[in-house]
T-cell receptor, first 110, second 113 residues
Framework: TQLLEQSPQFLSIQEGENLTVYCNSSSVFSSLQWYRQEPGEGPVLLVTVVTGGEVKKLKRLTFQFGDARKDSSLHITAAQPGDTGLYLCADSSGNTPLVFGKGTRLSVIA | EAGVAQSPRYKIIEKRQSVAFWCNPISGHATLYWYQQILGQGPKLLIQFQNNGVVDDSQLPKDRFSAERLKGVDSTLKIQPAKLEDSAVYLC???????????FGQGTRLTVV
């Protein structure tokens, strides 16, 4: 089971600012997922990336998969209070069940 | 489409007591997961079912935790006896056959005092 490291652990920013959070692994992902978890709720899938160098956009969120498929980033443009939550990356490679990182807890202040 | 249903939402018990959680996955989803999420951490897999068979229970503390998925639909997770360190949110998730997208329930927040 590979370990996923997410950084930063906590992030507090003002509304309208941009931010980037990271997910890194010691080994190669076959595919990687990003989830957002709001307080009192279960995680909700945002995106799955499978190809090295892949970039996916979801409104103001941009997801990038590293060329070597060992790291990924999530960039949020013009953050809004509704973006507040715990951002989790998960290894969704093949035959293993989902393994999650510890997450980045984002707080966007109005 | 109804989502993953879990009950209860909250439970407070004393240490050494027993507790059970229930999960009803999305209709037709073959895979069911139970995760434990301790405050400030990401979810940790406890057990994965494929239909009514166990695929992975390597991180389930089998001396006190048990889970079953009768008829490949609903599932229950039991803790007996509970310890203080079992305080956490217990999340149930399900996935369609051949997919790795997990759909999560709202979780059960367990507090052991």
């Amino acid at each position: 089971t590979q370990l996923l490291e997410q950084s930063p652990q906590f992030l507090s920013i003002q509304e309208g600012e941009n931010l980037t959070v990271y997910c890194n692994s010691s080994s190669v992902f076959s595919s990687l997922q990003w989830y957002r978890q709001e307080p009192g709720e279960g995680p909700v899938l945002l995106v799955t990336v499978v190809t090295g160098g892949e970039v996916k956009k979801l409104k103001r969120l941009t997801f990038q998969f590293g060329d070597a498929r060992k790291d990924s980033s999530l960039h949020i443009t013009a953050a809004q209070p509704g973006d507040t939550g715990l951002y989790l990356c998960a290894d969704s490679s093949g035959n293993t069940p989902l393994v999650f990182g510890k997450g980045t807890r984002l707080s966007v202040i109005a | 489409e109804a989502g993953v249903a879990q009950s209860p939402r909250y439970k407070i018990i004393e240490k050494r007591q027993s507790v059970a959680f229930w999960c009803n996955p999305i209709s037709g989803h073959a895979t069911l997961y139970w995760y434990q999420q301790i405050l400030g951490q990401g979810p940790k897999l406890l057990i994965q079912f494929q239909n009514n068979g166990v695929v992975d229970d390597s991180q389930l503390p089998k001396d006190r935790f048990s889970a079953e998925r009768l008829k490949g639909v609903d599932s229950t997770l039991k803790i007996q006896p509970a310890k203080l360190e079992d305080s956490a949110v217990y999340l149930c998730a399900s996935s369609p056959q051949g997919s790795f997208e997990a759909f999560f329930g709202q979780g059960t927040r367990l507090t052991v005092v």
